[in-house]
């Protein structure tokens, strides 16, 4: 049997183009190993948020089903609908609540996970500590993101030293960039700044630019085997109550548990914490793509948010995803 999980070299070289994951176990043919009977193929697209930990779902779905092949690969919110609407796969990966339009046409969601997106700088920005003590406030992100009011670091944190900010933003349509917008009162289409394609894209202009600043999921801003901010990121804390500094219970971010532990909690901002789908055009029929929607939505399915750093679905949204599968 033969994975081919991508690692984090290769999502590095291949972060201009689509992640690919073929859980491509035994050959058409070869006998079923332990009496399963469950065969077919399953196609995945879209959202960065969920491509990891789908990846991860998919190596232990095969486990259970060796003669199943899964194919995912992310894109971006955006493509995961725009696949799943035109049958193009069977699951489009949504990172962001559906719209009205996209249900009329027939898409159904199934929450999955939960995650957030979060602001993030470049771990040698020069005004590194007075943005860490101030934080980022909601009013400070749109003069940043929406108005272009905001140009200078002094502006961020008002004890910082006076330096050009860069702003970047999603050049693909996203649920990362539809969520952080939707955290302002706006839409994707209102965000200004350097546009980079796909959440990899991001994090590698931030760690590039000490005067960038960006947003990102939380799985690309963290380190998922350390728990701790990826290589040149920091997370900036978002100013909640907007006093002007981050008090004690605004500082969750030092790590990658810390923070999913709070946004369990719901003292994190939502938006820009959110609900991760996966999505199907019309209720799907296929067994083998009903048998894998049901393993996500397990308890044994749901453990592996956590040890991926994403957190569990509640267990009404669980079961409203169940009741839409029958």
């Known amino acids: 049997m033969r994975k081919n999980i991508i690692g984090k070299s290769a999502i590095a070289l291949s972060m201009a183009a689509l992640f690919v994951f073929n ?30 930990l789908a990846v991860k779902w998919a190596d232990d779905f095969k486990l259970l089903h060796p003669n199943v092949r ?19 796969v069977d699951i489009g990966m949504v990172s962001r609540d ?3 339009e996209e249900i009329k046409k027939g898409a159904i969601g199934f929450a999955v996970a939960k995650d957030a997106v979060v602001p993030t700088i470049n771990a040698h920005n020069p005004n590194l500590k007075a943005l860490l003590a101030h934080g980022l406030s909601k009013k400070t992100a749109e ?33 990362a960039a539809a969520t952080w917008a939707k955290w302002m009162g706006k839409k994707q289409e209102d965000l200004i700044g350097t546009g980079v394609f796909g959440d990899p894209g991001v994090a590698s202009a931030i760690q590039k630019d000490p005067n960038g600043i960006g947003f990102n ?32 219970e605004e500082a969750f971010y030092t790590t990658q548990g810390r923070l999913v532990k709070v946004i369990a909690e719901g003292k994190y901002p939502s938006p820009p914490a959110r609900d991760l789908f996966f999505v199907t055009h019309g209720k ?28 569990p679905i509640s267990r009404d949204k669980i079961n409203n995803s169940l009741q839409q599968l029958h």
């Open 23 to 52: 859980a491509c176990g035994g050959k058409k043919g070869d006998p079923v190993k332990g009496g399963d009977t469950l065969t077919g193929e399953i196609s995945l697209s879209g959202a960065f948020a969920l491509y990891p």
């Open 70 to 88: 899964i194919d995912i690969s992310a894109g971006g919110a955006g493509k995961g609908i725009t696949d799943a609407l035109a049958d193009v």
């Open 98 to 100: 559906l719209a009205n």
């Open 143 to 175: 003069g940043l993101w929406i108005t272009g009011k905001v140009k200078t670091w002094g502006q961020v944190a008002g004890n910082a030293h006076s330096g050009g900010v860069t702003v970047y933003t999603r050049s693909d349509a996203c649920g």
């Open 217 to 248: 999921n939380i799985g690309y801003a963290y380190n998922a085997k350390t728990g701790k901010p990826n290589p040149g990121i920091l997370v900036v804390p978002i100013d909640v109550n907007e006093n002007g500094k981050v008090d004690p």
């Open 284 to 311: 799907p029929t296929k067994p083998v793509v009903i048998a894998f929607l049901q393993f996500v939505l397990s308890q044994k399915g749901q453990k592996e948010n956590i040890s991926q750093g994403y957190i």
